[in-house]
């Protein structure tokens, strides 16, 4: 079968498979099969050959299994970038790109910024703010190295100069960094321990550290972020839209002088920007 007729038996699959999207997401492990993008899967005319066919079904049966479509595609889109996923360490999910919009307005202004994004990941928000501030000095941090790892390795892929390191919140970057900063960014483990019963089974793919904290990491990371930034500068971190309430009152207490909350296309409360005098 060519791929188009390929692609509804999968939908059909999927769906009864109760997988969320489940056209979009055949479209994108057949697209990741086939090498081509989503335009390539309707352009081609020719069938899937046996081997194509049989890793189409591997693929889909390891979506219904729970293993999120990243994990079984190995990479993901984030803005204008292709990034390496890997299992043990967290997946950049779309709204993520709010806040690293969020970033680039308190950046707008600033000749040659200086930005870490703490808890990086994949290097998503690092790597992001670095291709659409070229000027910017980029820092990634994150406490996992297989986290760390996979930063450097998407540097390397993407051929963006970011530096990398490996440590717990501010804790491992150099002194020089006091009062240098403009912007700490982070999307920090958010969700209190009891939210977990509750995600999807392909969130709860994610570690677990990377996925619960709750407004006592906010709390720390404003503390160490507070003698770090210029005059002037900004905490710009994604939150649960049920605590923007608990995430300002933290940065206030941290000593924050201006707050706003930036929402996604949804019209949830999805970043809090904290200023700092």
Same mark, same amino acid.
């Given at each position: 079968?060519? !791929?188009s007729q390929v692609l509804r038996r999968a939908a059909d699959y999927l769906e009864r498979h109760e997988i969320e999207a489940p056209r979009p997401t055949?479209? *994108?492990?057949?697209?990741?099969? +086939?090498?081509? @993008?989503?335009?390539? +899967?309707?352009?081609?005319? $020719?069938?899937?050959?046996?081997?194509?066919?049989?890793?189409?079904?591997?693929?889909?049966?390891?979506?219904?299994?729970? $293993? !999120?479509? *990243?994990?079984?595609?190995?990479?993901?889109?984030?803005?204008?970038?292709?990034?390496?996923?890997?299992?043990?360490?967290?997946?950049?999910?779309?709204?993520?790109?709010?806040?690293?919009?969020?970033?680039?307005?308190?950046?707008?202004?600033? !000749?040659?910024?200086? /930005?870490? @994004?703490?808890?990086?990941? %994949?290097?998503?928000?690092?790597?992001a703010v670095k291709q659409e501030r070229s000027d910017s000095r980029v820092w990634a941090v994150d406490r996992s190295s297989e986290a760390a790892a996979?930063? #450097?390795?998407?540097?390397?892929? %993407?051929?963006?100069?970011?530096?990398?390191? *490996?440590?717990?919140? =501010?804790?491992? +970057?150099?002194?020089?960094?006091?009062?240098? +900063?403009?912007?700490?960014?982070?999307?920090? !483990?958010?969700? &209190?321990? &009891?939210?977990?019963?509750?995600?999807?089974?392909?969130?709860?793919?994610?570690? %677990?550290?990377? =996925?619960v904290g709750g407004v006592a990491v906010y709390a720390a990371l404003f503390d160490q972020a507070s003698p770090r930034l210029v005059p002037g500068g900004?905490?710009?971190?994604?939150?649960?839209?049920?605590?923007?309430?608990?995430? $300002?009152?933290?940065?206030?207490?941290?000593?924050?002088?201006?707050?706003? /909350?930036? %929402?996604?296309?949804?019209? #949830?409360?999805?970043?809090?920007?904290?200023?700092?005098?």
């Open positions: 079968m060519r !791929p055949a479209e *994108q492990l057949l697209a990741g099969i +086939l090498g081509v @993008d989503r335009a390539g +899967l309707y352009l081609r005319d $020719t069938p899937l050959d046996p081997g194509e066919s049989k890793a189409f079904g591997r693929a889909l049966s390891r979506r219904c299994a729970g $293993t !999120p479509t *990243q994990h079984v595609t190995g990479e993901t889109g984030f803005r204008h970038l292709i990034l390496t996923v890997r299992p043990g360490v967290f997946v950049p999910r779309p709204e993520t790109e709010v806040v690293v919009g969020a970033v680039l307005d308190v950046m707008r202004d600033r !000749p040659t910024p200086a /930005v870490v @994004d703490v808890g990086t990941g %994949t290097g998503a928000i690092a790597l996979l930063a #450097r390795h998407n540097a390397r892929r %993407t051929g963006l100069d970011i530096g990398v390191v *490996q440590a717990d919140l =501010l804790d491992g +970057l150099d002194a020089s960094t006091t009062g240098a +900063l403009d912007v700490v960014v982070s999307n920090p !483990p958010y969700l &209190e321990a &009891e939210d977990l019963a509750s995600l999807p089974r392909e969130v709860r793919a994610d570690p %677990t550290d990377a =996925l900004a905490v710009v971190v994604e939150i649960d839209e049920r605590r923007a309430k608990a995430v $300002t009152a933290a940065a206030l207490g941290a000593g924050a002088t201006g707050i706003s /909350v930036v %929402t996604d296309l949804a019209g #949830r409360e999805r970043a809090v920007v904290a200023t700092w005098p």
